[in-house]
Nanobody, 117 residues
Framework: QVQLVESGGGLVQPGGSLRLSCTAS????????MGWSRQAPGKQRELVAD???????NYADAVKGRFTISRDNTRNQVYLQMNSLEPKDTAVYYC???????????WGEGTPVTVAA
């Protein structure tokens, strides 16, 4: 059973930084895509960023230039470096992965990020 576990969320002041981490376990299949989505209170979940196994990245317009996604394929880990955080970035951040040739999608349970003075 594939499991994704996030860490690194918390409370930060506007303009601050946080680094989220996610570790995938329970599979020997390739993680073709890993990424982060977020869901703010009262809003739909939205893509933040993703990265392919070859390192190609994709970002939501709202985070371009502020967030950086990276991954360590040897450790099945994906990271999200978040800089210049704004109150509108407040949300629960979810890690996900597309696993194996069937591209089965798996999600973590989320880690909350709150940006407030």
């Amino acid at each position: 059973q594939v499991q994704l576990v996030e860490s690194g969320g918390g409370l930060v002041q506007p303009g601050g930084s946080l680094r989220l981490s996610c570790t995938a376990s329970g599979t020997d299949f390739l993680l073709y895509v890993m990424g982060w989505s977020r869901q703010a209170p009262g809003k739909q979940r939205e893509l933040v960023a993703d990265i392919t196994i070859s390192g190609r990245t994709n970002y939501a317009d709202a985070v371009k230039g502020r967030f950086t996604i990276s991954r360590d394929n040897t450790r099945n880990q994906v990271y999200l470096q978040m800089n210049s955080l704004e109150p509108k970035d407040t949300a629960v951040y979810y890690c996900y992965a597309e696993v194996g040739v069937s591209r089965g999608e798996y999600w973590g349970e989320g880690t909350p990020v709150t940006v407030a003075a």
